[in-house]
């Protein structure tokens, strides 16, 4: 790192420094009015969501901003320093103006805020690390980079699987992607029984069951660079595959019993059978605490009656982890919820009905979407469906722990979907660098342009802070903590997915409109990512801004 890039990297560690200390009284000032007797007050911070919610973007950002400056070491390629210091010129931007907000709102002194917008460091790091001239100079680092940035440095087992999942996606998955979007098909055999084969279902499950994951620890960043390489070639027809085996397959070595874990540990590992994730309900959306679904005790097992929306891969599936009501006492919320393993049929089409033996139905419609098409998500109706007293994961010491043995994924799956999206913004950055070279517009390819290079330089600076952040959080996860920071990473990583690819977008012009460009599959693809794994609203205020108060308060956080 040279002398200007190593000033510029002390100037933005002093005003991070200084934004951490004004973001910690925030936080420590909107615990103190949502709390009551030293607790969070549920009615409190219901009052209190839009501060919540801007808390939460603010502690996004700012996190980001560290993680990609303190991982930058002295050797640091100079197009990792200069990307670092882009994104963190403009998230500090972003979140001084969010403080500001907050400050006024919580009636807090805007003093610290105005001392550091004064500092000459302030001045100095926007003009040099995130003005025209800087981000010129970084777009055409970007340009050549191929859209390898962020973090690159793996041990030998990661970086392997990292270039061979690459390399089939690139080689496999992309070239059916188009098709498969286009024409609103369910994923192939062509793909699936391949990644049967290289063990992508079986990425969370311990060796001793079939998977590739260590019998005595977890690891998270082999399934964020696996999930990350795949969702490149497409998010719908390959990069989601591993979210529904990750979330049931932690539910099960969480609560199942030893009997369950041998049984369907294996199966999922194999990819055979194929699961689905049956939460969302028609009036609840991300209110699992309110979920209706009904099981009533018979002989034997379960009847459920109810419905279940956005499943997604529910028809292809052979087995369905649903959340299910177990206890009629509504006023139990959570507790009352148990999960139940529906075993049924492979279907291929876009709508299916299944009719048991004893005459139980289980029907689906597949949801029309405007992108994420290929696992397709269902509407599903249970008419008194039967589920055997074996597939209540934990029997009878299970039930009632639904929503706890649900959480159990959860984490996992945040984590993931943060991988997509890194995936989903670097297939953009790399489509729209191998446009702007080749388009030419005014006698000049368009890369040559400023205000081309400043997008590729913010572009780059975005997919290389989430992918640090999402690489670290990773880690974090695999030593049993990180809870509020996987949330954090996917609040920050979908809603980035979206930006990048609207620029990816926006450079290839009106190609980028036409359905024959991947770029605008990204684009719509992107879109879900905010909405899926916990909307990103129910996230910054139920998961992230509740913890971040918690904190502030010094009292352990609560499950979510």
């Not at 100037?11 to 103190?32: I, K, N, P, Q, T």
């Not at 998010?235 to 199942?256: D, F, V, W």
Request: some cysteine; proline content about 4%; overall charge negative.
């Amino acid at each position: 790192m040279d002398d200007a890039r190593q000033q510029q990297a002390a100037s933005a560690h002093r005003v991070l420094a200084a934004l951490r200390a004004s973001f910690d009284a925030a936080a420590a000032a909107l615990a103190a009015r949502c709390s009551e007797g030293g607790k969070l007050n549920a009615r409190k911070l219901d009052a209190e969501q839009v501060p919540s919610f801007e808390l939460a973007w603010a502690g996004a950002e700012l996190l980001a901003a560290e993680t990609g400056m303190a991982a930058l070491q002295a050797d640091a390629p100079a197009v990792a320093v200069d990307l670092a210091l882009i994104f963190c010129v403009e998230a500090a931007t972003a979140v001084v103006a969010r403080l500001e907000t907050l400050y006024l709102e919580l009636g807090l002194s805007l003093a610290p805020l105005r001392e550091l917008q004064s500092q000459p460091a302030w001045d100095g790091l926007r003009r040099d690390a995130g003005g025209a001239r800087a981000l010129e100079a970084a777009g055409r680092a970007v340009a050549l980079s191929d859209g390898e940035v962020g973090p690159t440095e793996l041990d030998e087992p990661h970086a392997l699987a990292q270039e061979a999942f690459r390399r089939f996606s690139a080689e496999v998955v992309a070239p059916q992607a188009e098709a498969i979007h286009r024409d609103d098909l369910t994923i192939p055999e062509s793909l699936l029984q391949p990644l049967r084969e290289m063990g992508v279902f079986g990425l969370a499950i311990p060796e001793k069951f079939g998977g590739s994951s260590p019998d005595d620890r977890e690891d998270t960043l082999l399934m964020v660079v696996v999930t990350e390489a795949l969702s490149e070639g497409s998010l719908a027809a390959a990069g989601s595959l591993i979210t529904r085996p990750e979330i049931l397959s932690r539910a099960l070595m969480a609560g199942g019993t030893d009997a369950q874990k041998a049984e369907w540990l294996p199966k999922l590992a194999a990819g055979n059978p194929l699961c689905a994730i049956a939460i969302t309900e028609p009036d609840y959306g991300s209110d699992v605490a309110g979920l209706a679904l009904k099981g009533v005790r018979v002989d034997g097992g379960w009847r459920l009656t109810g419905a279940k929306t956005w499943c997604t891969f529910a028809g292809k599936a052979g087995v369905l982890m649903v959340v299910t009501r177990t206890d009629p006492d509504r006023s139990l919320g959570h507790k009352g919820l148990s999960l139940l393993l529906v075993e049924k049929p492979s279907y291929e089409g876009h709508d299916f009905e299944y009719v048991q033996d004893g005459g139980g139905t289980l029907a689906g419609r597949a949801i029309p979407t405007i992108g994420y098409r290929g696992m397709h998500s269902f509407d599903l109706s249970f008419e008194n469906f039967f589920v055997p007293d074996a597939n209540v994961v934990g029997g009878e010491a299970g039930l009632g722990k639904g929503f706890y043995l649900t959480m159990a994924g959860m984490v996992g799956g945040r984590m993931q979907t943060a991988a997509r999206a890194c995936g989903v913004m670097r297939a953009a950055l790399r489509a729209a660098i191998r446009y702007t070279g080749d388009r030419k517009v005014f006698g000049s390819a368009l890369a040559e342009f400023p205000l081309t290079l400043a997008k590729l330089a913010r572009m780059g600076a975005r997919l290389a802070a989430c992918r640090q952040l999402a690489y670290s959080v990773a880690r974090l996860v695999d030593t049993g903590a990180g809870r509020m920071e996987a949330s954090l990473v996917k609040l920050l990583a979908c809603r980035s997915a979206e930006l990048v690819t609207r620029e990816a977008l926006q450079l290839h012009g009106g190609m980028g409109y036409a359905e024959e460009t991947a770029v605008s599959r990204y684009f719509v693809d992107a879109r879900v990512l905010s909405i899926f794994e916990g909307a990103e609203e129910t996230l910054a205020l139920k998961v992230v801004a509740r913890s971040l108060m918690e904190r502030a308060l010094g009292i352990a956080p609560s499950g979510a």
